[in-house]
Nanobody
Framework: QVQLVESGGGLVQPGGSLRLSCVASGSITGPYQLGWYRQAPGKTRDLVAS????????????TYAASVKGRFAISVDDYKKTLYLQMNDLKPEDTAVYHC???????????WGQGTQVTVSS
């Protein structure tokens, strides 16, 4: 079982920056994928960024939605069990609730945080 708690959201002006954090507790034994998703009102929950777990056999590069590529960066501090999403040059269309995700690749289970609201407005 894994528990996830996000923080770092808030109100920011267009062009501003925020860094979201997601602290994990519990344990997972198999390989897993880490990700950030977002959901705007009336829309589906969409993938923003993802990366392989630390120490993965074949990690590969992080992947990003086209709309955030070059502006957002996903990273992880394995020692602190914390996943980050650095968001720069924020736009009003980035407004959404952001959720972190751990996907257990062995059993196909998804763990979600409760979400943190990001509002980009002048």
């Amino acid at each position: 079982q894994v528990q996830l708690v996000e923080s770092g959201g808030g109100l920011v002006q267009p062009g501003g920056s925020l860094r979201l954090s997601c602290v994990a507790s519990g344990s997972i034994t198999g390989p897993y994928q880490l990700g950030w998703y977002r959901q705007a009102p009336g829309k589906t929950r969409d993938l923003v960024a993802s990366m392989s777990s630390p120490g993965a056999a074949s990690p590969g590069p992080a992947t990003y939605a086209a709309s955030v590529k070059g502006r957002f960066a996903i990273s992880v501090d394995d020692y602190k069990k914390t996943l980050y999403l650095q968001m720069n040059d924020l736009k009003p269309e980035d407004t959404a609730v952001y959720h972190c995700n751990v996907h257990d690749l062995w059993v196909g289970v998804d763990y979600w945080g409760q979400g943190t609201q990001v509002t980009v407005s002048s």
